[in-house]
Nanobody
Framework: QLQPVESGGGLVQPGGSLRLSCAAS????????IGWFRQAPGKEREGVSC????????DYADSVKGRFTISRDNAKNTVYLQMNSLKPEDTAVYYC????????????????WGQGTQVTVSS
């Protein structure tokens, strides 16, 4: 079974940058769209960004447009989320999910979920 693995989280100061990765071994991620979601303590899960299997279609939440960039390197079986100009309100556990584009780019994604990586933005 596909098991995506997120990495790249950590503690960063406001205004800083992080790059998250979503990788999988044994399964070609290229056949899946990938969505990034986040959940902060006491808050509902929020869709952040998504990308189609070929990388030609992307979408972003209004709260991250202009600051976050999603990309993928199918040769490395990895999807990235470059996060710049980070704000304290970006603090959350970030998850990636692999599945159909119509699903992972919707508010009710169905697919294979990773375990998440913690991002903390604080001075």
């Amino acid at each position: 079974q596909l098991q995506p693995v997120e990495s790249g989280g950590g503690l960063v100061q406001p205004g800083g940058s992080l790059r998250l990765s979503c990788a999988a071994s044994g399964f070609p991620l290229a056949i899946y769209a990938i969505g990034w979601f986040r959940q902060a303590p006491g808050k509902e899960r929020e869709g952040v960004s998504c990308i189609s299997g070929g990388g030609g279609s992307t979408d972003y939440a209004d709260s991250v447009k202009g600051r976050f960039t999603i990309s993928r390197d199918n040769a490395k079986n990895t999807v990235y989320l470059q996060m710049n100009s980070l704000k304290p309100e970006d603090t959350a556990v970030y998850y990636c999910v692999a599945g159909p584009y119509s699903s992972v780019c919707s508010g009710a994604p169905q697919g294979y979920w990773g375990q998440g990586t913690q991002v903390t933005v604080s001075s």
